[in-house]
């Protein structure tokens, strides 16, 4: 399995601020996802970051409102601008396992509990 | 794309209670996985099963991938059993991703 970490846990922004959020890995790994959860919903992909190149984005998901880096295999950070109250949601970030029996099993970090004023 | 659906969306046991939840997904896939929300958020991995039946515990799993479902089993339910439970499906349509059905909101009463 593997370890993530995500900073911060939790915030509290105005609308119109931007807010990045950090995600950490304790093993180098090729694919890093970010994940949305609004309130009471499922989770959504927002993009995939591969290290060395641009993310990819699922439909109804822009780079300008969530850029993304990812300068190592073992970080990335996404960044919400532009904040409006419909962007209070959780963020997750999730990776695939790296062993044989869990190739492709997803782990997630704790999730950045946002809520937007 | 692949749908996954996830029944029932809500359930209230007693505590003690056995339960079964049910995920189906409408095209083939080569992974499937279980997962628990804890009403912190935090998502616990229950079960990595493409196919075949799992145990863990008091909970335990059976994808039958040729007919696009599986089971979950929660026996002898406890209130630390409250949260959401995600059933989650890999496609590769499009680029890689996992998808996620829409949850069973579960509440365990003492």
């Known amino acids: 399995s593997a370890v993530i970490s995500q900073k911060p846990s939790r915030d509290i922004c105005q609308r119109g601020t931007s807010l990045t959020i950090q995600c950490q890995v304790d093993s180098q790994v090729t694919m890093m996802f970010w994940y949305r959860q609004q309130p009471g919903q499922s989770l959504t992909l927002i993009a995939t970051?591969?290290?060395?190149?641009?993310?990819?984005?699922e439909s109804g998901f822009v780079i300008d409102k969530f850029p993304i880096s990812r300068p190592n295999l073992t970080f990335s950070t996404l960044t919400v601008s532009n904040m409006s109250p419909e962007d209070s949601s959780i963020y997750l970030c999730s990776v695939e396992g790296s062993g044989y029996d869990t190739g492709n099993e997803q782990f997630f970090g704790p999730g950045t509990r946002l809520t937007v004023l | 794309g692949i749908q996954v659906e996830q029944s029932p969306p809500d359930l209230i046991l007693q505590e003690g209670a056995n339960s079964t939840l049910r995920c189906n997904f409408s095209?083939?896939?080569?992974?499937l996985q279980w997962f628990h929300q804890n009403p912190w958020g935090q998502l616990i991995n229950l079960f990595y099963?493409?196919?075949g039946t799992k145990q863990n515990g008091r909970l335990s799993a059976t994808t039958v991938a040729t007919e696009r479902y599986s089971l979950l089993y929660i026996s002898s339910s406890q209130t630390t059993d409250s949260g959401v439970y995600f059933c989650?499906?890999?496609?590769?349509?499009?680029?890689?991703?996992?998808?996620f059905g829409a949850g069973t909101r579960l509440f365990v009463k003492a």
């Open positions: 970051a591969n290290q060395g190149s641009e993310a990819t984005y």
């Open positions: 099963i493409p196919s």
């Open positions: 095209d083939s896939v080569n992974n």
């Open positions: 989650a499906v890999d496609s590769w349509e499009g680029g890689f991703k996992t998808i």
